[in-house]
């Protein structure tokens, strides 16, 4: 019983880390794009050519930097955790899109599949005990 215990309490300790330490990198990844302006955006969103999306760079290079930035902020913090997380798969799936109808190599869109793959794992994986939905979840039923 005591093994079971301490293996979940780990579990989660090391959920909690994997959420912190990919929240931070995308939000360090996200913030040049949110803040980067309009020059950013279009540059961010024209990329987008590589899959046939041509119109409206500005806007999609904008809506890449909110989901990179503020989805890992969520991560981080256990926050909106499904949404978060299907936001940045749909990003790394778009990136991985990209760079291959860019005619990039794989070493180039390999990461992006990666974490595409970590983040359709955290889907089935959940965010663990320590995150703020549980929290609020909490609150709400106290009301």
């Known amino acids: 019983m005591l093994r079971s ?4 309490q780990i579990r989660n ?3 909690l880390l994997l959420r ?5 990198m995308f939000m360090l990844h ?3 794009k949110v803040f980067g302006g309009p020059e950013m955006w279009s540059e961010v969103g024209s990329s987008l050519q590589g899959i046939g999306i041509s119109a409206a760079p500005m806007f ?8 990179e930035f ?6 981080l913090l256990g926050l909106f955790f499904i949404p978060s997380v299907l936001f940045l798969l749909v990003v790394m799936l778009v990136a991985t899109a990209t760079h291959i109808g860019m005619g990039d190599p794989f070493t180039i869109y390999s ?3 990666e974490l595409a793959i970590v983040f359709f794992s955290l889907l089935f994986i959940g965010s663990g005990k320590y ?3 549980k929290k609020l979840e909490k609150r709400r039923r106290r009301y």
């Open 20 to 24: 912190i330490g990919l929240g931070i």
């Open 111 to 113: 990461h992006s599949i």
């Open 30 to 32: 996200g913030y040049p």
């Open 13 to 15: 300790i090391g959920l």
């Open 70 to 75: 503020f989805g890992g902020l969520f991560l």
């Open 131 to 133: 995150n703020l939905d």
């Open 5 to 8: 215990q301490r293996r979940r």
């Open 60 to 67: 999609f290079g904008f809506m890449a930097g909110i989901a």
